[in-house]
C-alpha cells in the first residue's frame, strides 16, 4: 500500500528537478532486485536508480494512475536513497494480467515474412509466464530449434479502458517499454498454426529496464527501434512505419475486451528477424541479442540451452 497521500492532478508539475523533485513528466520507473525481492526504484536524469521503497511498496497497477504517479514526482529525490552498485533490474512493474501482442503490424516485416498487410489488426497473447527481466537469459525450450528476436514498442496501460475512441487512449495509457517478443517459429507456424503456443515459453517475455511515463515521449509514432545479434546490427526500423499505430491499437483492442491498468501491448516488430532472412538465422545458446527503442533504452540478453 501506498504511503503517500494523494494531492491534486497537477500538483506535481509545479516542482522544478533543478530544486530536488522529479518532473512528472519524465519519470522513469524500475524494479531493481533478485527474482521474486524487486524494490521499485526511480531512475533520474544521470541514470541512477533511487530507491522507493520507503515510498510505496512496489510499482503494481495502483502505481499507474495519473494522481499515483504525479505523487511520486513530488518525493524530493533526496528522500530517496541512490542504490549502490549494479542491481539485477527486473520487469518494471508487477501485477501483469495480460500481455497481448499484436502481428505483421510493420509493413516491411510483413513483406519479410510474404503476408498480406491486415485489414485490422491481428491479435494474439502471450502467456504471463513468460515474462523476465530485461537482462535476464533467454532459455531456448525444449524441441525449439527456429527461435527468433522480435524488437517490439510496448504500451503499458494505466487506466480501465473499455470502448473507447482513439481520442481517449492517451488518457489511458501509464507509459511505454521495451519488449522483445522472443518467438519459437515452429511452434508458431507448424503445430498448428497458434502464434500463442510460439510465443509464451518461459522467458519469451523480457520487459524493461524502464516504465517511461507517456508524457516523456514527445511522438511515440517517430521513435527508431533496433536489434542486434552478437554485434551485427538486423532490425532497424522507426515505429512510423506501424500498419496501425499506438491510437488505433488501444481503441481496436477495448471494442473486445476491456483493458485494466497492468495491462501490457507488445505493438509489432520491423523488418530484420532471423526468420527472415536468406537461409534464414535462427538464435542459438550463446547468442547475445540486445533490444532497444529510442527513449526508452535497451534490454541484452544471452541465449541459454533448454533445461
Request: hydrophobic letters at 45%.
Given at each position: 500500500m501506498s504511503k503517500f497521500?494523494?494531492?491534486?492532478?497537477?500538483?506535481?508539475?509545479?516542482?522544478?528537478?533543478?530544486?530536488?523533485?522529479?518532473?512528472?513528466?519524465?519519470?522513469?520507473?524500475?524494479?531493481?532486485?533478485?527474482?521474486?525481492?524487486?524494490?521499485?526504484?526511480?531512475?533520474?536524469?544521470?541514470?541512477?536508480?533511487?530507491?522507493?521503497?520507503?515510498?510505496?511498496?512496489?510499482?503494481?497497477?495502483?502505481?499507474l494512475s495519473d494522481a499515483a504517479l504525479e505523487q511520486i514526482a513530488q518525493i524530493p529525490l533526496s528522500q530517496l536513497p541512490v542504490v549502490q552498485g549494479s542491481p539485477r533490474i527486473g520487469v518494471p512493474l508487477t501485477g501483469i494480467g495480460k500481455i497481448i501482442a499484436i502481428g505483421f503490424n510493420y509493413v516491411n516485416h510483413a513483406a519479410e515474412m510474404a503476408v498480406e498487410l491486415p485489414t485490422e489488426p491481428l491479435v494474439f497473447m502471450k502467456a504471463t509466464s513468460a515474462l523476465t527481466g530485461p537482462f535476464d537469459q533467454i532459455i531456448q525450450p525444449r524441441?525449439?530449434?527456429?527461435?527468433?528476436?522480435?524488437?517490439?514498442?510496448?504500451?503499458?496501460?494505466?487506466?480501465?479502458?473499455?470502448?473507447?475512441?482513439?481520442?481517449?487512449?492517451?488518457?489511458?495509457?501509464?507509459?511505454?517499454?521495451?519488449?522483445h517478443d522472443v518467438s519459437e517459429r515452429a511452434f508458431q507456424r507448424e503445430r498448428g498454426g497458434q502464434f500463442?503456443?510460439?510465443?509464451?515459453?518461459d522467458t519469451f517475455a523480457p520487459v524493461g529496464p524502464y516504465l517511461v511515463t507517456r508524457d516523456n515521449i514527445a511522438d511515440v509514432q517517430n521513435l527508431s527501434i533496433w536489434s542486434e545479434v552478437n554485434g551485427e546490427m538486423r532490425q532497424?526500423?522507426?515505429?512510423?512505419?506501424?500498419?496501425?499505430?499506438?491510437?488505433?491499437?488501444?481503441?481496436?483492442?477495448?471494442?473486445?475486451m476491456t483493458l485494466y491498468p497492468g495491462d501490457i501491448i507488445f505493438t509489432g516488430t520491423p523488418a530484420g528477424v532471423g526468420d527472415g532472412m536468406v537461409p534464414p538465422q535462427y538464435l542459438t545458446p550463446g547468442d547475445v541479442v540486445r533490444v532497444g527503442i529510442q527513449g526508452l533504452e535497451s534490454q541484452r540478453q544471452v541465449i541459454a540451452p533448454p533445461r
Open positions: 497521500k494523494l494531492t491534486g492532478a497537477l500538483a506535481a508539475c509545479v516542482f522544478l528537478f533543478a530544486a530536488g523533485f522529479v518532473n512528472s513528466a519524465e519519470i522513469k520507473l524500475v524494479r531493481f532486485g533478485p527474482v521474486g525481492e524487486e524494490k521499485p526504484g526511480l531512475v533520474d536524469a544521470q541514470v541512477q536508480i533511487h530507491d522507493l521503497s520507503g515510498h510505496i511498496a512496489d510499482i503494481t497497477p495502483e502505481t524441441n525449439g530449434l527456429k527461435l527468433d528476436y522480435e524488437s517490439e514498442l510496448v504500451i503499458v496501460i494505466g487506466k480501465r479502458a473499455q470502448y473507447i475512441s482513439e481520442d481517449e487512449v492517451f488518457e489511458h495509457i501509464a507509459g511505454f517499454t521495451v519488449g500463442t503456443k510460439g510465443k509464451s515459453a532497424q526500423g522507426n515505429t512510423a512505419d506501424m500498419v496501425f499505430g499506438v491510437k488505433e491499437i488501444v481503441s481496436h483492442l477495448s471494442q473486445f
